[in-house]
């Protein structure tokens, strides 16, 4: 009779440890570390770099360990365009890439590019971040597989010449203007009346120096970073087009994701962006003061003259917009930057 109660009583504590050993089994599979790999094709140390070491902080420590990021600088994971297609195909996890590279295959990808059509540097980011205009893009890249958790204004970019002293737009005429192979660059500047040169980025210093070119639109930071303090003189602040970036993660990879990382990621990435996009800001008034220290002459661009770029840059606009089926979402932006003024 004891020994048959002993038996009884061990069997009941081996139901209890099985019970308990099942029910812990997925504890214990929740408590695996999550990797999230992130990339960008920009080196170390830059803006990028630094966007997505921000978001590496915040969600490893509000995910109180259980998600590790890992931030892969320099195109270690592939360069700008091979990256995003990796990231919407699903073989990355997550980077930052141009939208423009996208306007051949999502319509209204690429207006960042159109000159004149956005109006100052934080009205343009809030409106990407925080707006309707922003979500309807977002919407449009979820459908190929990419989640946007948040867009990165790299600053306008201005009118800057090597020997001649540019105030107005008529001042520009007749000038050689470096222009990439792209097509809303090189009618931008027919547009203007100049004549635009390729060059390709590498090149452009060598150009100046040989008088290939009189001029190009850049963004201040990379006069300094690449030297061009040293081969131009005068800048026209005409702030015409943006250099926007998407920070993007693989949506599939995202819903595989328990909802409380998610919900992690998603405010990181807003956080994050919001952190790079000051940085952005501080970056740029420090390039001025540095470029003003080191002997370039600014001009601001006054209503006039702005009002007679936007005039000459409408039929570039609409050309664009028609090739690429965004009348009705440029009117949108039009509107919306309209009602904020």
Known sequence: MKVSKYFRFIQTVLVITLVIGVVSI???AQEKKITIKVSTHQPMGGIFHQLLEKFKELVEKRSNGRVKVEVYPGAQLGQEVEAMEGVLMGTL????????FLMDSIDGFGVDSLPGLFVGFEETTKMLNDSPIGQEMAEKLLKKGGRILGWLNLAGRHMVFTKKDVK????MEGLRM???EDGIRIATFRALNTLPV??????VYTAFQAGLADGFDMVLSVLVDMKFYEVTKYVLLTDHSYGIQVFVMNEKFFQGLPKDVQQIVIQAGKEAMAFANQ?????EATAIKSLKEKGMVFHDFSKEERAKFNSAMRPVIEKWAIDHKSTDFIKRIQDYQSKRR
């Open 279 to 283: 940085r952005v800001v501080q970056v």
């Open 178 to 180: 470096r222009s990439p």
């Open 26 to 28: 997925p504890a214990l």
């Open 198 to 203: 390729p060059v390709t980025m590498g090149e």
């Open 93 to 100: 996890n997550a980077t930052t890439f141009s939208p423009s």
């Open 168 to 171: 107005t737009l008529k001042d």
